[in-house]
């Protein structure tokens, strides 16, 4: 089974990213999508709420910046999919 990781997913490119992963891509294949998104400004859990079964598309809030979280999910992923972005870096 492929495990994808796709970070920054509740955003306006995650969110159909994700959505072309489950319809579309591997609509009828073994697929596990996990999202990690922190959810601040730009993050929108409402465009992927009905992408989030807990059985092909699992939600993390969480910070990229978290080592150990970033780290165990890395452990059980195929392909990762970075789409975190930040406007203001202070």
């Known amino acids: 089974m492929k495990t ?3 970070t920054g997913a509740a955003g306006f490119i995650g969110a159909n990213y994700i959505k072309y992963l ?3 891509k591997y609509q009828n294949d073994d697929i596990k999508v996990i999202v990690l998104d922190l959810l601040t400004y730009a993050g929108n859990l409402g465009t ?4 989030i079964d807990d059985k092909r598309c699992v939600f ?4 990229i910046r978290d080592r150990d979280l970033v780290n165990g999910l890395f452990a059980t ?3 990762i999919m970075w789409l975190t ?3 203001k870096v202070m």
């Open 85 to 87: 972005s930040l406007q």
């Open 77 to 79: 992923t195929t392909l």
């Open 48 to 51: 992927i709420k009905n992408d």
């Open 22 to 24: 489950l319809e579309k």
């Open 60 to 63: 993390v809030r969480g910070d």
């Open 4 to 6: 994808y990781l796709v």
